[in-house]
């Protein structure tokens, strides 16, 4: 059975930096694009980053661009995203998911509970 976790959020000041984890047990991410997507009080949910599974490719959402980087580690079977630049319009429930690349959520079959990052002063 699939499992994703989440964890690394927390409270953060604007400017500052925070590294997420999705630990992914029951499948690869040799096999399988791992994807970053965020929900924001009262918005919907939305996807920020994704990594493929072989080449290990990344893409980004222009919101992110820049300040977010997305890696993996395939022996840990764990993917990061380093978030660096943090401001309050970062803050949300922050999801890891598996599936295939893109970032949409209609590409990825396998999700985490998320994990919660806030920003503020």
């Known amino acids: 059975q699939s499992q994703l976790v989440e964890s690394g959020g927390g409270l953060v000041q604007p400017g500052g930096s925070l590294r997420l984890s999705c630990a992914v047990s029951?499948?690869?991410?040799?096999?399988?694009?791992i994807g970053w997507f965020r929900q924001a009080p009262g918005k919907e949910r939305e996807g920020i980053s994704c990594i493929s599974s072989v080449t290990a490719t990344t893409t980004y959402a222009d919101s992110v661009k820049g300040r977010f980087t997305t890696s993996k580690d395939v022996a840990k079977n764990t993917v990061y995203l380093e978030m660096n630049n943090l401001t309050p319009d970062d803050t949300g429930i922050y999801y890891c998911?598996?599936?295939?690349?893109?970032?949409?959520?209609?590409?990825?079959?396998?999700w985490g509970q998320g994990t919660q990052v806030t920003v503020s002063s």
């Open positions: 029951g499948i690869s991410i040799g096999y399988y694009a």
């Open positions: 998911a598996a599936g295939h690349y893109g970032l949409a959520e209609k590409d990825y079959d396998y």
